[in-house]
């Protein structure tokens, strides 16, 4: 009974709260999880699983740490490591309690891979295809679960042990509807990384973008020179949309399509655009304004994340590609010779072992917008004052960490279903579940369908939206009676910091200050979405559909003393439903060398640093229309070819 009794304690966890934990939900999942193995435990860098069981335990049964006494400060055999102090010979940390022994084999390879997400598992695949190079990809997360390919199931892994599980610093000003924990933060740590566990949605974002991106400085990132590298990357099946061959490809990796599975809301939905005067259009097309049923990464019904696409299929036919997994990289190492700084090598921790490998060629940091600035951070290159502060040595003084910015949401629950609820009872689940594991079809293969941009009359570029709108079922991508609208800020001006944790800058979590809606701009672009999106409820199409409008489940807060007409009203619903939608960029900007926020150059070369380059979310200079994940793989993709044109 125990036994049983964990396993349901421990499927209740996997649910968080988003999946009722009740008996009939439990064989839900437990059927689910059968068929596809579970998510995973947490990974254990440090080795603590592996201590004798007689160990001391401590608060909530975890091991008490007994570290001996710290050594005197003049003692040579320590060295300092932000404020964690390792003994040379035997690695030791005395802060973290179990020991960490120092690895006796000495590694060396061409490349160094920092992280196998997104991007990294683009550039491991490509650098790869020099078999006379040997690469390697240390990734902080397991193997990509096969649960993480269901398309249904994609928000049951935020706050899951292949999620990071940051969140941001609590602030009055956005999130408020979740009290005291602040906005959450999803980051795949995962191989695949967000691209495992994000919506899929496949957007490359306005053509503008990477305009504007060359015209700030950025030379050879205009769209048209971006171009073959997005069509290099995709393999688009949907035939309407890969007709079009000067935007589209079908021959790349990326699998590129629409879901199996359509439900009647789905139609709903899209005729009410068309009865509101829009267009639809393909937003990855010329024209990104108007509304379609999504495009999305994926292959008939089955999640295609950046490593199903890059990594797996050549895995095990490259000999001279390496991956290490819960594997954590602790600092990035120097060479300082007369003032001129290279990268050589990292440091990682996998089940209690420090390990130090060496890089011939070149350091790839690819761990993500917060990740990478962290590690750079940690490892001495960032601000200064900051981190003299922490004792860390600095090889840099560069702005790391600045630039933080996300498209913040606001996800209203206020589309009540009659005639069109997909609720269901429980043997009709099991039937669904059947048919998924057998034919790849129903809920469990599709996820939101439905996209719409915008553009307000605060539009930065006449002719690009600043507004996406896009629909999703409340609680549940499967099994709905509620539909949230989510209206999302595509062109945010407000920026943050990502800052090193004081107390503990290697293996804390990071704090997060989002300062979010701080341009006053931003939030008048919202509310503008808002407006505009609420006249979905006048078209007959709604009325047809009996898609009502219910405005009780956003007035459980302050918001119901205000008159449900007015600025402020509406004001006060943002500040509480805004969320981030974890498409975060910025952090370690890409730039000139006259831009005092720039960290990388146009080659993605850090500045004042050599054979160190930086390949993910964080050099984007200002976020793209749209998630994120294409333009990332796009970098990607060009990167690999900078890289290659270096050392051929």
Same mark, same amino acid.
């Given at each position: ?248 490809? !079908? ?73 290490? !997994? ?26 209690? !072992? ?86 790849? !079809? ?56 990502? #800052? ?84 975060? #960029? ?63």
């Amino acid at each position: 009974m125990s036994s049983a009794g964990n396993i349901t304690d421990d499927l209740c966890k996997i649910c968080d709260g988003r999946i009722e934990c009740a008996p009939t939900a439990i064989l839900l999942i437990s059927l689910v999880h059968t068929l596809y193995g579970y998510i995973g435990p947490e990974p254990d860098y440090f080795g603590r699983s592996n201590l004798p069981p007689a160990a001391p335990q401590g608060p909530l049964g975890r091991p008490a740490p007994q570290p001996p006494a710290p050594p005197a400060a003049s003692d040579h055999k320590y060295r300092a490591f932000g404020k964690h102090k390792f003994l040379e010979e035997s690695g030791k940390s005395y802060e973290e309690g179990p020991d960490v022994v120092l690895s006796d084999r000495e590694l060396e390879y061409d490349f160094v891979v920092v992280g196998g997400g997104t991007a990294g598992c683009v550039v491991a695949s490509r650098l790869s295809e020099n078999r006379k190079w040997r690469v390697l990809v240390v990734e902080a997360g397991p193997e990509e679960p096969k649960m993480a390919l269901i398309p249904g199931l994609t928000s049951e892994f935020k706050g899951s042990s292949v999620d990071w599980q940051y969140a941001m610093r609590p602030k009055k000003g956005f999130c408020q509807n979740r009290h005291e924990l602040g906005c959450e933060v999803v980051q795949g740590r995962v191989l695949g990384g967000t691209s495992a566990i994000n919506d899929m949605a496949y957007m490359r974002g306005s053509p503008a973008d990477y305009d504007e991106w060359m015209l700030s400085g950025n030379e050879g990132w205009s769209f048209s020179q971006l171009l073959p590298y997005f069509k290099y990357s995709e393999g688009n099946y949907d035939k309407d949309i890969a007709k079009n061959r000067f935007f589209h490809s !079908t021959q790349g990796p990326l699998d590129v399509g629409r879901y199996p599975y359509v439900d009647d809301n789905v139609d709903v939905l899209l005729s009410a655009f068309n009865e509101l005067g829009y267009n639809y259009t393909d937003i990855n097309g010329r024209n990104q304004l108007g509304f379609m049923r999504i495009q999305t990464m994926s292959y008939f019904g089955e999640r295609v994340s950046s490593y199903t696409a890059f990594i797996d299929p050549i895995r095990k036919l490259r000999s001279n590609i390496d991956i290490e !997994t819960e594997a954590l990289v602790t600092r990035v190492l120097f060479k300082d010779t007369r003032g001129s700084v290279r990268a050589i090598g990292v440091d990682y921790i996998k089940n209690g !072992t420090k390990t130090r490998v060496k890089a011939k060629k070149e350091i790839i940091l690819c761990a993500g917008a917060i990740n990478t600035p962290k590690l750079l951070m940690q490892s001495g290159i960032g601000p200064k004052d900051y981190l003299e502060y922490l004792n860390i040595k600095v090889y840099n003084d560069l702005p790391v960490g600045g630039n933080f910015h996300d498209h913040l949401s606001v996800c209203l629950p206020v589309i009540k279903l009659t005639k069109t609820a997909t609720t269901s009872r429980f043997s009709e689940k099991l039937k669904d579940i059947s048919s998924y594991y057998a034919k790849g !079809t129903g809920p469990l293969s599709a996820n939101f369908q439905v996209v719409a941009f915008l553009e307000t009359s605060l539009s930065d570029i006449i002719g690009t939206p600043d507004i996406e709108v896009r629909f999703r079922g409340h609680d549940s991508n499967m099994y709905y009676d509620r539909i949230d609208i989510c209206v999302s800020l595509l062109t945010p001006k407000s920026r943050g910091q990502i #800052v090193l944790n004081a107390t503990d800058p290697v293996f804390g979590k990071p704090l997060i200050y989002p300062n979010f809606l701080k341009e006053q701009s931003d939030e008048k672009k919202l509310l503008e979405g808002i407006h505009e999106i609420v006249k979905l409820f006048d078209t007959e199409v709604f009325k047809t559909a009996s898609f009502e409008f219910d405005p009780l489940p956003i007035l459980n807060n302050e918001c119901k003393n205000y008159e449900k007409v007015s600025e402020d009203f509406w004001a006060c619903i943002i500040r509480h439903f805004s969320n981030p939608l974890h498409n975060y #960029v910025g952090t370690c900007k890409m730039g000139s060398s006259k831009d005092p926020e720039s960290v990388v150059d146009n080659n993605l070369k850090v500045y004042g640093i050599a054979n160190l380059r930086i390949v993910d979310g964080s050099v984007i200079p200002k976020i793209t229309r749209g998630s994120t994940a294409a333009p990332i793989i796009m970098i990607a993709e060009k990167a690999s070819d900078l890289i290659k044109t270096t050392w051929y």
